[in-house]
């Protein structure tokens, strides 16, 4: 299982960055970036308002 971005649909709002507990997402000249420390417990996924984050295996 991991996380999953689609980023033709990210509009790098931050407010998945801002929800992570883990620190794990950050942006990154405009694209989101996640980093080894996510933990994949989905609170990002459910932030996204626009559905642009999934956890692949699920
Ligand atoms: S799945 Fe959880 S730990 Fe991983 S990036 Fe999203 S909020 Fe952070
Ligand atoms: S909440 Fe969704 S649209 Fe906003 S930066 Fe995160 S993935 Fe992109």
């Given at each position: 299982m991991s996380l999953e971005i689609n980023h033709d649909r990210?509009?790098?709002?931050?407010a998945c960055v801002g929800s992570c507990p883990e620190n794990s997402l950050f942006l990154r000249e405009f694209v989101l970036e996640v980093d080894?420390?996510?933990?994949?417990?989905?609170t990002c996924v459910k932030t996204c308002p626009i559905n642009a984050l999934k956890l692949r295996g699920v």
């Open positions: 990210c509009m790098h709002c931050g080894e420390s996510c933990v994949e417990c989905g």
